[in-house]
């Protein structure tokens, strides 16, 4: 018997005014899974995020953590069940160093004051085990490159232990190298047992990792894909609402050409 997933929503509905953002969507992640939420500009992939996140509680729906029906109405609802979310403006202090970003909040202390030693020591073990390679713990979060400074935001949301990370176009703006450390970085939570849900418009960084592609158009599900069994173009396709684009095309004329 497979077991509840770790996150579900059930009909989530969410509206902001007169505007209908989310209708009757449904999502579900289990442990050791990557979810790709995709879907284009306005899709309500970011409404959705921030449902589950706690920013926007819920119209209509339920939404329930390891079977169970759950309230999810501020942020902290969320970081007490166990949900990390790792937003696309990584929201790190430049003028501190990776110690003191990735314990930002959830300080160490020993008689009153910073235990820095532990901090330090700490930080060391989690990087490690991700396997997270940069200079030192000790340098400034300015000093660091652009996949650096996204993979210390994602080590850092898993310091409270979470069972689910949501990474918010965890590879935007960033180089080949870059992105390449990031997408190792996710397939090592996944072997961590964890739940991820990623949002991304790179397909080549869907298919990398994920195991699920779950399609928003409209604030509407359009499609829940298996990345094994699915190609881009079909992807594409429940994307844009239409099976004639672009990608689908080429695609035709290449088949043709080599006929």
């Known amino acids: 018997m497979e077991s509840a997933p770790v996150l579900a929503l059930r009909g989530v509905s969410k509206r902001f005014g007169a ?7 449904e999502l579900e992640v289990h442990a050791g899974e990557v979810v790709a939420l995709v879907g284009d500009n306005g899709a309500g992939k970011s409404t959705l995020v ?8 819920i119209d209509e729906g339920a939404i329930e953590w390891e079977g169970r029906e759950v309230a999810i109405h501020r942020p902290n609802d969320a970081q007490t069940l166990g949900i990390a979310t790792v937003y696309q403006d990584l929201a790190l202090c430049d003028n501190l160093d990776v110690v003191g970003n990735l314990f930002l909040g ?3 202390l020993r008689g009153g004051v910073l235990d820095e030693v532990t901090m330090e020591q700490k930080s060391r073990e989690l990087l490690d085990t991700l396997s997270i390679r940069i200079p030192s713990v000790r340098i400034p979060i300015a000093g660091l490159s652009g996949g650096q400074r996204q993979v210390v935001a994602i080590a850092r949301a ?3 232990d979470p069972k689910l990370v949501i990474l918010d176009e965890p590879t935007a703006a ?3 190298e870059q992105t390449a450390q990031v997408l190792d970085l996710v397939e090592r939570l996944r072997e961590r047992g964890l739940a991820v849900i990623l949002i991304s418009h790179n397909m080549a960084d869907v298919t990398a990792v994920a195991d699920r592609v779950s399609v928003l158009r409209l604030g509407r599900n359009n ?15 429940a994307i844009t609402g239409a099976t004639d ?3 689908t095309r ?9 006929q």
């Open 250 to 258: 080429r695609k035709a004329r290449t088949t043709e050409a080599a």
């Open 19 to 25: 505007v209908q953002a989310l209708t009757d969507v």
């Open 245 to 247: 684009n672009a990608v």
């Open 223 to 237: 499609g829940d894909f298996t990345v094994a069994d699915t190609s881009n173009e079909q992807i594409i396709a």
């Open 106 to 108: 959830a300080e160490v």
């Open 158 to 160: 898993l310091v409270g």
């Open 50 to 57: 921030k449902t589950i996140a706690g920013v926007h509680p």
């Open 174 to 176: 960033l180089g080949v």
